[in-house]
């Protein structure tokens, strides 16, 4: 009951801080480009936008599979070209485009939108996009930075933003070797260096479809890398598209918040017939609505009424719009100071319709009052570990002095992918990281920042309002991981004999070769005897693995094989990992022969054998079951399911298989507590453990029997027990199945669009 109070009382706080954060949303629109300008006259720096798409062989219908062949994507870039057109406040919008695949190419360069013909041009130059063959985003991004930045210098008089939109991963030919495609992947984040240095934020979009769930590298490597671009370029972030049908939203999302207006759910999505009528609220205290009107018919007339009834026009004062019916299928209406209360949206013709609206709220007129400061933040930091910021305080933007009043309260959200990870509130009691009370320097303590690039926003807030913000970017690292793959726990061995040993380094879900091992710092092992001196094993290079043998002791006893790794990664954090494998020395086992009498002895000489072996039995089997008693009190379980990505011929895939909660299972077997595959006759032994943090884990391990060979990992034979992470790919014969956590559901829900879908070529579905 304790347990589940605290557990109670941890989860309501983190309602409570959520609650506050979307409060404190509409305030802080501005928090994008140094603010946003209302209408009312403050200054506000135009935007050059570079729209990078996908053109590549996989975006089209391919053999029955393909990720955009109907070119939604082309109209996601069209509402970039009505949305930023219509901004008033940044007159001097511009907007251009890449098609990449093999090749890049500027179809459109950076083009003024203050005049219908001019985003017309744009409209037409990627309206026929064409096959591109291959994907090499690396080269796009290379034009994108020479556009932006001739001779490395930036135009201070313009704010840079690239969209990067792609499908999977880089498709080269010839298809490099592994030592290739990572000094591709180290150019690709060194270019994506420079981009952070010039103040350019990337956004990226990952578009999905069959092919790519099924690649393990998409799933394990190359989303992973689209969300470190974003999280290196702030304020970018990562979107990831399900289907076609998301990039509209996903697009409207980037493009209202590059406007600095608060946008949300479509306020309008509906099928017309004929004609239709739709009440919009227009709350007080705005300085700028805007309606985004979608429709899948460019012949679907739009009307749009003030509260008190009168049309709303083109040449009116404070009002833009960009878009005409029978021509576009966006049309955007930008009102300025609108009138509080319901407007009226009139909707004619026949098609879908979907309209957002976005919202900018009046800015304070006077110059922000307050600075917030925080100590240096290392730009790496270990992942999974508990990270101390220390050095905030918030100082008065005009004297210069430290605010140490007790209404002051500092929270702090570590951000991954644009998704928030972590929220704590800064301290100032003289505990823990914090120096001293009350002193007006603030600290932190962060736990386990998730591995990748991480935006930790600070924001002060003095009496519930917030009057400073501060974010400071860094990476999270996941340091080198021993594997001891062989000798297995409990094994036992005769005295002298050999045994030998077999180790391999992780890193990040990769792994590392022996030569990046030895460059990165030293691995030992050694055996120790319970009263012997400690035997050393020499281990070298052999494939993949680093190898070695030694010696068991001469006679018989416990024996601890202990590994242990030592170094430094690239980025100049220290690690120390240690493996310890428990075993025995035992001597050979007695035939049964020899456990005869001696001749002469009589048959029932030694009557006390059976009955003390029966005792010892019961008393084992009593002591066995207290102990099995002892561990399901605190087992761990399964968790989790397995998504069917591919299945023999008549078998349904895109399923999942929820695992049992139970401690163990077998994947491809039958009877209670199996998860049974039809037609499939290798099977995989699951397990739950538990972390020194009290999490599940789950193990997966071949069954008795198999060799390994006919299951594989992540497109590795499981030779021996692993732990499966989340997006893990199990391939058993003819089906492929993705491991994936339920303690990352939240995180994948809050990447998830609306659920209700719009088919843009004509209907809602």
């Keep these: 009951m304790i347990k589940r109070f605290r557990r109670w009382k941890r989860t309501c706080l983190l309602i409570l801080l959520g609650l506050l954060f979307l409060g404190l949303a509409l305030c802080a629109v501005a928090a994008f480009l140094a603010g946003r300008a209302s209408a ?90 064409r096959r591109m063959g291959w994907t090499d985003p690396l080269q796009a991004l290379q034009l994108a930075y020479e556009t932006f930045f001739p001779q490395g210098r930036r135009d201070p008089a313009r704010r840079p933003v690239v969209l990067l939109l792609t499908d999977g991963k ?20 060194a270019l ?32 992973n890398l689209w969300q470190e671009i974003a999280a290196r370029t702030p304020p970018a972030e990562y979107y990831e598209a399900r289907t076609a049908d998301d990039l509209l939203p996903i697009y409207h999302a980037i493009v209202a918040r590059l406007a600095g207006a608060a946008a949300d759910l479509p306020v309008v999505e509906t099928d017309v017939e004929g004609q239709a009528v739709y009440s919009i609220a227009v709350e007080g205290g705005l300085a700028q609505v805007t309606f985004v009107i979608v429709r899948s018919d460019p012949g679907v007339e739009v009307g749009l009424l003030r509260p008190d009834g009168t049309p709303v026009r083109a040449g009116d004062p404070g009002v833009q719009r960009t878009g005409d019916a029978g021509a576009t299928r966006e049309e955007v209406w930008a009102v300025t100071g609108p009138q509080p209360g319901r407007w009226t949206l009139e909707l004619r013709g026949r098609g879908t319709v979907l309209v957002w609206r976005d919202v900018v709220p009046q ?50 959200e570590v951000r991954r992918a644009g998704l928030p990870e972590t929220t704590a509130l800064a301290h100032d009691d003289g505990r823990g990281c914090d120096a001293a009370a009350r002193d007006g320097r603030f600290c932190v303590a962060l736990p386990d920042p998730p591995a990748g690039a991480c935006t930790l926003y600070l ?22 991981e021993l594997e001891v793959v062989s000798p297995l726990p409990g094994a036992s061995f005769q005295p002298a004999v ?16 022996p030569r990046e091992v030895a460059a990165q710092g030293t691995l030992s092992a050694s055996l120790h005897p319970s009263s012997a001196q400690a035997i050393a094993v020499p281990l070298v290079a052999a494939g993949e693995y680093l190898a070695g043998r030694g010696a068991a002791p001469g006679s018989p006893g416990p024996l601890t094989l202990t590994v242990r790794l030592r170094g430094q990664t690239p980025e100049g954090l220290p690690f120390e990992d240690v493996a310890q494998v428990p075993l025995e020395v035992a001597l050979p086992a007695v035939p049964a022969s020899a456990e005869r009498p001696a001749q002469g002895a009589g048959r029932g000489g030694p009557h006390w054998i059976l009955p003390l072996a029966g005792v010892a039995g019961l008393a084992a089997a009593a002591g066995a079951g207290g102990l099995v008693v002892r561990q399901r009190r605190g087992q761990a379980r399964l968790e989790g399911g397995l998504r069917v990505l591919a299945a023999p011929p008549g078998q349904p895939s895109g399923t999942v298989l929820d695992l049992p909660a139970a401690p163990a299972a077998v994947l491809g077997g039958m009877g209670k507590g199996a998860v049974p595959l039809p037609g499939e006759a290798g099977r995989v032994v ?53 491991y994936e956590s339920l303690r990352q559901a939240s995180a994948r829900r809050a990447r998830r669009r609306p659920q209700r879908r719009v088919d843009w070529h004509g209907g809602a579905r």
């Design 40 to 129: 009312q006259g403050i200054e506000v720096v135009p935007l050059d936008v570079l729209l990078l798409i996908d053109h590549s062989d996989s975006m089209w219908d391919k053999g029955g599979v393909g990720s955009d062949p109907g070119l939604l994507r082309v109209q996601a870039a069209n509402l970039f070209v009505a949305y930023l057109g219509v901004d008033a406040a940044r007159g001097g919008n511009r907007l251009g485009a890449v098609h990449f695949g093999g090749s890049s190419e500027t179809v459109a360069p950076l083009t003024l939108l203050d005049s219908a013909e001019r985003r017309q041009a744009i409209r037409d130059a990627i309206a026929q996009p």
């Design 170 to 189: 880089p498709e080269l030919v010839p298809a490099p070797s592994p030592a290739g495609r990572d000094a591709y992947l180290a150019g690709l984040r």
């Design 192 to 223: 994506v260096e420079r981009f952070r240095e010039q103040g350019c934020p990337i956004f990226t979009v990952a578009l999905s479809n069959e092919a790519t769930d099924r690649d393990p590298e998409i799933q394990t490597i190359y989303h």
């Design 363 to 412: 800015a304070s007129a006077r110059a922000p009052a307050y600075t917030l400061e925080v100590g240096a933040v290392p730009p790496y930091v270990p992942a999974g570990q508990p990270l101390d910021v220390a050095g905030i305080a918030v100082r008065e933007a005009s004297s210069g002095e430290m605010v140490a009043s007790p209404d002051l309260r500092i929270v702090a």
């Design 459 to 480: 924001r002060a807030l003095l009496d519930g309002a917030e009057v400073a913000r501060h974010e400071v970017a860094f990476e999270a690292v996941l340091l080198p």
């Design 498 to 513: 050999p045994i030998g040993v077999s180790v391999r380094v992780w890193s990040g879900g990769r792994l590392l070769d």
């Design 686 to 738: 699951l397990r739950a453990s538990r972390t020194p943090e009290g999490d599940s884990e789950t193990w997966a391990a071949p069954a008795a029997g198999q060799d390994g060979a006919g299951v594989q990992l992540n497109d590795h034979p499981l030779d021996t027990a692993r732990r499966l992470w989340d997006g893990d790919v199990l391939a058993l014969g003819a089906y492929r199945l993705r």
